[in-house]
């Protein structure tokens, strides 16, 4: 009995002293670590829970969860707070972590849009090392560091990647495969070299002739899509068609039996109206020949049902010549290039075609019944209303810009394509917009000289309105493409200029940097971590030249005669920086001297001025006497009718484009028609296409 009794005895003692060192060894016990888990996974969660886990650990999985709450910090658009973090890493690092350090700096260069260094990093980096997930992101971070220039190896990287996604991101992939081969120019498609067993690859570019040799005939097109569906049945296309061509698929021709023809026909913006007018019924009539002399006008009338002249006879002058421009803001105190009456000269040799293959600027229907209302004798509604009642079956106009904005509360029915731009667009899936606008140049230049390598522009532009307009389009757009700081300057009447040539002071490469449209980064705090805000580039470097490389210049023929010597008189004629102007400094004024003066200068220019199309240009010429400014006008005329005439392409199908007189037309989500213009130089006394 007493051995039983001791033993209950002892045992009942140490009981407690059980529990409780197995409570104790509870609380002590280290839970499983997860982030090695999430760095193999898709790392799905915000950046504010990886650093949380960071701050809670204090071994090597400390640097695991610093390398996620980086990637999370990227994604989230948080670049600064991501760099920080990065420079904050440890110098020891496992493998596993140095392999997602190395691609975590792709993508760092890759958000801060220093693309050179990024394909350096990604050419040192194993391929075959990499998990799924970070494959995916290494072929991503291929695309980035492109910059959407088409290429051989961007064409492979998203091949490559197309089987690693689902969802929306594979659409996103297939319609930018697609894209890439769309913006092929046909000398890039025809020095292409590839694999023998590149079958993906092969059929993409298929696709492409199939969609160049059809893409102007929607039932061809179908056909041909459906036949290479046959024949390319395992290609990632041929199951998930890029939206382009899947709309295409489901396009609905837009009638154009009656076009109506909105335009102001007197008022002093009646110069405008009916030198557009002109161009619209010169397509028509004979496309891009030199209409007849027999030809019939279309029917005009004003909404009360009286004849209007349309003769050359009645073309009125406008009261004021320096408000003859682009109808860019077309309220007639608003238009900003100046005319030229001097004689034109000999067209520039045509510049070769940098765009992908677009449709011609080609009558569709010559047959169709114009009709012209006159949109200064009644509010927009009645006008729209009439043309509705009349049996319209597409609105071409308004022109002005106060009947343009009031689209946005109109109830019609009908396609319009208005001929100008509101300040705030609203996507309507019944409206276009196509505007002449030093906007749209501007935009159009710093593309330009961003794909020819340069990276600090400055911009010369007038004191006024205009040039604040020019410097926020350009600014934003360089912003856009991947570029930083743009500098500006200013200038004043040409008397001004003068006098800055007679006192021997020039005009120095430098300027005040622009306020773009970029938000200010401010310090952010994720996590309890609080991360300062960075100084901009502005605060870097206001006030200096910031080592100017491009200057665009917008300004007449003869303020730039005289700004161009200015800055030769600061900077030497051999200045390190290339030299661009808009189209209001190309007024026909290019006599031998001028053109030496000019040399090296590149230029804006809409193709039908650039010799692309000799017969429209003497035939605009003619029609309105050698004004430059007006021949851009009646351009506009021919390039609306055959805007109208693919209406249905340009609103319904992606990256759809018409070979255009005033440029490569292509229309944005929002369907505001973009132009991409050519470029000219002066060289040695000629005018050639810029290189």
């Known amino acids: 009995m007493v051995p039983s009794k001791f033993i209950r005895s002892k045992a009942g003692r140490c009981l407690p002293v059980m529990l409780a060192a197995l409570i104790f060894a509870g609380c002590t016990t280290k839970a499983p670590d997860q982030s090695a888990a999430h760095i193999q996974g898709?790392?799905?969660?915000?950046?504010a829970y990886y650093l949380q886990q960071m701050q809670q650990s204090s071994d090597d999985s400390k640097t695991t969860w610093q390398l996620l709450a980086i990637h999370a910090l990227l994604k989230e658009g948080k670049t600064q707070q991501a760099v920080d973090l990065y420079n904050q890493l440890p110098k020891e690092m496992n493998e596993e972590q140095v392999r997602e350090q190395k691609l975590l700096a792709v993508e760092v260069k890759v958000a801060q849009k220093d693309f050179a260094d990024a394909n350096t990093r990604l050419s040192k980096i194993e391929l075959s090392t990499l998990n799924k997930n970070q494959q995916t992101r290494y072929y991503q971070a291929v695309i980035d560091a492109s910059q959407n220039r088409p290429s051989l190896g961007l064409l492979r990287a998203y091949i490559a990647q197309e089987p690693m996604l689902t969802g929306p991101a594979h659409q996103k992939n297939i319609d930018g495969t697609?894209?890439?081969?769309?913006?092929m120019i046909p000398e890039q498609m025809n020095s292409l070299v590839i694999n023998a067993d590149e079958n993906t690859l092969q059929g993409w570019l298929d696709l492409q002739r199939v969609w160049n040799d059809n893409r102007n005939d929607p039932e061809m097109l179908k056909a041909g899509i459906k036949d290479w569906q046959t024949r390319y049945p395992q290609n990632p296309g041929a199951k998930t068609l890029p939206a382009q061509l899947s709309n295409m698929q489901n396009y609905k021709p837009a009638s154009t039996e009656k076009i109506a023809l909105l335009l102001p026909l007197s008022g002093q913006a009646a110069v405008f109206g009916r030198t557009i007018q002109q161009g619209f019924e010169?397509?028509?009539?004979?496309?891009?020949?030199?209409v007849a002399q027999t030809t019939a006008p279309a029917q005009v009338a004003d909404t009360n049902g009286q004849p209007v002249d349309t003769t050359q006879a009645a073309l009125p002058k406008p009261a004021d010549p320096n408000m003859v421009a682009s109808p860019a803001a077309a309220s007639v105190d608003d238009l900003t290039q100046q005319p030229d009456a001097t004689?034109?000269?000999?067209?520039?040799?045509?510049?070769?075609?940098?765009q992908p293959a677009a449709a011609a600027a080609a009558p569709a229907n010559p047959s169709a019944e114009v009709k012209v209302y006159d949109t200064t004798t009644q509010p927009l509604a009645q006008?729209?209303?009439q043309a509705q009642q009349d049996g319209a079956t597409i609105v071409v106009g308004p022109l002005l810009k106060n009947n343009v904005d009031q689209l946005a509360t109109t109830t019609s029915p009908l396609n319009i394509l208005a001929l100008n731009q509101p300040e705030n667009v609203q996507n309507r899936a019944n409206i276009c917009y196509f505007a002449l606008s030093p906007e749209d140049e501007a935009r159009d230049a710093a593309d330009h000289i961003w794909q020819q390598g340069h990276r600090a522009p400055l911009l010369l532009v007038p004191r006024s309105a205009l040039g604040d307009r020019v410097t926020k389009a350009f600014a934003d757009e360089w912003l856009k493409l991947g570029g930083g700081t743009v500098l500006q300057q200013k200038f004043g009447s040409t008397a001004e200029l003068k006098q800055g040539i007679n006192s021997g002071s020039g005009i120095a490469l430098s300027g005040t940097p622009v306020n773009a449209a970029a938000a200010q980064p401010e310090a952010v705090t994720i996590g309890g971590l609080t991360i300062p805000a960075p100084p901009t580039e502005a605060?870097?470097?206001?006030?200096?030249?910031?080592?100017v490389d491009a200057a665009y210049i917008v300004a007449t023929s003869d303020e730039v005669a005289l700004i161009k010597?200015?800055?030769a008189m600061r900077t030497g004629s051999r200045s390190p920086a290339q030299l661009y102007a808009s189209s209001r400094?190309?007024?026909?004024v290019s006599g031998p001297d001028f053109r030496l003066e000019m040399e090296g200068l590149q230029f804006s220019e809409i193709p039908m001025l650039a010799g692309n199309n000799p017969s429209l240009m003497q035939q605009a010429l003619g029609s309105v006497n050698n004004d430059y400014s007006l021949a851009r006008l009646y351009a506009m005329g021919v390039d609306a009718w055959s805007l109208a005439n693919h209406f249905s392409q340009i609103r319904q199908v992606p990256g759809y484009q018409v070979n255009g007189n005033t440029g490569t037309l292509s229309a944005t989500q929002d369907c505001v028609i973009n132009r991409k213009l050519n470029w000219l130089q002066f060289s040695q006394g000629q005018i050639v296409p810029a290189s």
Request: aromatic share 2%; glycine share 12%; no cysteine.
């Open 383 to 385: 006008i729209l209303a």
């Open 565 to 567: 010597p200015m800055i």
């Open 178 to 183: 697609w894209q890439a081969l769309s913006q």
């Open 539 to 547: 605060q870097i470097t206001g006030g200096t030249s910031g080592g």
């Open 42 to 47: 898709e790392a799905t969660a915000d950046s």
């Open 343 to 354: 004689p034109a000269a000999p067209a520039p040799q045509a510049a070769p075609q940098t």
């Open 282 to 290: 010169a397509a028509k009539n004979m496309g891009s020949a030199p």
């Open 585 to 588: 400094s190309s007024q026909g």
